[in-house]
């Protein structure tokens, strides 16, 4: 999972680094994530993880790092089963 | 602006749209083009990239017209009044029959984001002859999701605490600028163009964003249409910046411009409109209210009065241009607190500076500046225009750029108030880190300040080799970390400033004896007063100063917990400094109802 969060941050995330090279809890909003990176990063989310994040998801930190990510992503996961 | 473009009203008399028509130069046009602009900020934000379109088809023999929906930008209404979505489509149709009856034979629609979800919603209903998506909304409820995050990323950027309830338990949506209640948020859920019957339009043109993967189903509903797709490179930076950073997307301007070439007929026919200039309009609380469209006398610049049946002050309040945003001020709150302030009996002026909005640049100039030079002249100038007896009796009130431009159009010319809120100074020659209220490197400053920024960088280098020298303890004191020593070396700093720095304009302001009210948000605050306690306890202490901390709001004013916070205040400040007009005067002197503004509050 983390390897497919990395490849659409680094597509959609438009970070100063490389997001491969960034720690787990490493703050995306330091590393340059602006207000609309973090709107593209969450619809690229859903459609790479076939998810839709719930309103009280709709929250920087929840796209804080690629921690807060995944750690949704299971939420949502654990939900859906 | 283009010369021969007419700001106007149009449509139903009661519930009248604003809109801004661009005329070929002989009056001959192929057609008539509709502008849908998008939502809330992106409404803003994409201004001027619509202005420059419909000068391009302007030249291209179409006659266009760039409209505000009903309860947005300067058209009747708000956000919260009831049936919205249908309250939208409907503009669009009326905007659409105002085109046909100005003699436009064929009718085109051009939509972004929302604005091109509901144009796909009703063109066939206008029985328009081409329409262009551009990078279109899949869904209503898409642009909601996407603008509430935006709203709780800026939120949580400018320190403001979310809200203590989800939306989802409220059934309401906050969007940079908007409130929406849940039966509005109902019906733009329900609004997407899969959904929409074939065909929209005999041409479609659709322009996606190649940052975001459109729906299949979206592609499968426009692919039935006589559809050309093309990629629109530039929203990410159109959409991403504020209206502070927008860049214009030329590439997608000539695409829609070249499209519509090809498509419509090279046939013409003569166009004219009906100038309404001015239109009665209810106030938020029912009062009877005249708004008006304005020329100022000497510059030419635009402005919108809104005045009540009976005023109750000789005063007239001038909002200013907050940042590169247009005289319906952040989030639209310069319209709504015009239509609110004339319905406690105030005139209310919202008025365009130089270049920005619906003002011409200065001659020789380029337009589009936050701060444009000559802004002084331009504020006398409105001045001299609204309040031709006595130019001094205004208040100007202005957010970020416009509070900085309201204290230095004071410290020149005579007013009766200034209100400054979160005041933004030009930078000298860079930002400082995390200081969102500086102007970006391509403004510069106003003529009317002179900063002097190499001769003063100098003087610094030298005072700090001459300290260094001679009071090294001092000098290393400055070097040491800590709260201490930064507020010493602010105050070293400032010092090379002298009188241009922000707190000693306003201090310069007070000494003159203008009644000044500065709103600030903490991080705000904290900038003006660093290394400045000593002048700021003195200026707090004069009688005409007023400085006011908000907690929890934001720089631009476009969270509702900001307005719910400065709105009452801005409101009490005004109606304070309300000179009483001669007939309210008699009525006070013969034991009548004392300033009826200041009651309707009271009772508010």
């Given at each position: ?81 | ?5 007419l700001?106007l009203w149009f449509g139903p008399s009661a519930r009248p749209l604003f809109g801004r028509v661009y005329l070929p130069?002989?009056?001959?046009a192929r057609g008539g083009v509709l502008l849908c602009p998008p939502f809330?900020?992106e409404a803003?934000?994409v201004?001027?990239?619509y202005?420059?379109l419909a000068?391009?088809l302007q030249?291209r023999r179409f006659a266009v017209l760039h409209f505000d929906y009903d309860g947005t930008g300067d058209s009747a209404g ?5 049936d919205r979505v249908r309250a939208w489509q409907g503009s669009i149709v009326e905007a659409a029959k105002f085109l046909r009856s100005s003699g436009a034979g064929h009718v085109f629609v051009i939509g972004m984001r929302l604005g091109a979800t509901l144009a796909a919603s009703v063109a066939a209903r206008c029985a328009v002859d081409g329409i262009v998506l551009w990078d279109p909304c899949g869904s209503g409820?898409?642009y ?40 509005t948020?109902?019906e733009m859920?329900r609004l997407n163009i899969e959904g929409v019957p074939y065909p929209l339009a005999p041409n479609v043109l659709a322009l ?10 979206l592609?499968?509903r426009l692919s039935q249409e006589n559809v050309e ?27 829609i411009a070249?499209w519509l070439d090809d498509v419509a007929a090279?046939t013409v026919s003569p166009v004219h409109v009906s100038?309404r ?328």
């Amino acid at each position: 999972m983390e390897d497919r969060i990395r490849r659409v941050l680094s597509e959609n995330a438009h970070l100063a680094v490389d997001p491969g090279a960034l720690g787990e809890d490493a703050d995306l909003y330091r590393a340059g994530m602006s207000s609309l990176s973090t709107v593209n990063l969450m619809m690229a989310l859903e459609e790479e993880f076939c998810v839709e994040f719930p309103d009280n998801m709709l929250q920087p930190s929840t796209f804080q790092s690629v921690s807060s990510i995944r750690s949704a992503l299971n939420r949502l996961a654990s939900a859906g089963d | 602006v283009s010369p021969s473009s007419l700001p106007l009203w149009f449509g139903p008399s009661a519930r009248p749209l604003f809109g801004r028509v661009y005329l070929p130069g002989d009056g001959v046009a192929r057609g008539g083009v509709l502008l849908c602009p998008p939502f809330d900020l992106e409404a803003q934000e994409v201004a001027l990239a619509y202005r420059l379109l419909a000068e391009d088809l302007q030249e291209r023999r179409f006659a266009v017209l760039h409209f505000d929906y009903d309860g947005t930008g300067d058209s009747a209404g708000g956000a919260g009044d009831p049936d919205r979505v249908r309250a939208w489509q409907g503009s669009i149709v009326e905007a659409a029959k105002f085109l046909r009856s100005s003699g436009a034979g064929h009718v085109f629609v051009i939509g972004m984001r929302l604005g091109a979800t509901l144009a796909a919603s009703v063109a066939a209903r206008c029985a328009v002859d081409g329409i262009v998506l551009w990078d279109p909304c899949g869904s209503g409820r898409s642009y909601l999701r996407e603008q509430a995050l935006l709203r709780t990323v800026h939120a949580a950027d400018q320190g403001v605490a979310p809200p203590t309830e989800p939306p989802s338990a409220t059934g309401q949506v906050e969007t940079l600028g908007s409130v929406y209640g849940p039966e509005t948020v109902a019906e733009m859920s329900r609004l997407n163009i899969e959904g929409v019957p074939y065909p929209l339009a005999p041409n479609v043109l659709a322009l996606l964003r190649p940052e975001r993967r459109p729906r299949p189903s979206l592609i499968e509903r426009l692919s039935q249409e006589n559809v050309e797709f093309a990629s629109t490179a530039g929203q990410d930076e159109l959409l991403s910046a504020w209206t502070v950073g927008s860049v214009v997307p030329r590439a997608a301007i000539t695409t829609i411009a070249g499209w519509l070439d090809d498509v419509a007929a090279a046939t013409v026919s003569p166009v004219h409109v009906s100038q309404r200039e001015a239109v009665a309009l209810k106030a938020p609380h029912h009062e009877a209210v005249v708004e008006r469209v304005k020329v100022s006398h000497r510059l030419g610049l635009f402005m919108i009065s809104t005045e009540p049946e009976a005023p109750v002050s000789t005063q007239t309040i001038v909002l200013l241009n907050a940042g590169r945003t247009d005289h319906t001020g952040p989030g639209r709150l310069w319209v709504d607190l015009a239509r609110q302030w004339a319905g406690l009996g105030l005139r209310v002026v919202r008025a365009d500076l130089s270049g920005l909005g619906g003002s011409p640049p200065h001659p020789g100039q380029n337009g589009d500046r936050i701060y444009p030079p000559g802004a002084v002249d331009d504020i006398r100038d409105i001045a001299r225009s609204v309040s031709p007896d006595d130019p001094s009796d205004v208040v100007l009130v202005g957010l970020c750029s416009g509070g900085y431009h309201s204290a230095m159009a004071a410290l020149e010319m005579p007013v009766a108030g200034v209100v400054a809120i979160n005041p933004g100074f030009p930078s000298r020659g860079g930002t400082r880190k995390g200081d969102d209220i500086s102007a970006p490197a391509e403004s510069q400053p106003p003529a009317s300040l002179s900063l002097r920024p190499v001769r003063l960088l100098q003087a610094r280098a030298i005072t700090t080799a001459w300290l260094r020298r001679h009071f090294p303890g001092f000098h290393a004191a400055l070097k040491r970390p800590g709260r201490a020593a930064n507020e010493l070396k602010c105050w070293f700093s400032n010092r090379t400033q002298g009188s241009t720095r922000p707190v000693m304009v306003f201090k310069r302001l007070e000494g003159t004896g203008t009644r000044t009210l500065v709103i600030f948000r903490p991080y705000e605050a904290e900038l003006f007063g660093r290394g400045e306690r000593g002048v700021l306890r003195r200026l707090r202490r004069g009688s005409a100063f007023r400085m006011e901390v908000v907690e929890e709001s934001d720089h631009t004013l476009y969270l509702q917990r900001s307005r719910l916070e400065i709105v009452p205040m801005l409101t009490r400040y005004v109606l304070g400094a309300a000179k009483r007009s001669p007939s309210v005067r008699r009525d006070e002197e013969a034991g009548g109802h004392p300033v009826a503004g200041q009651a309707a509050l009271a009772e508010r």
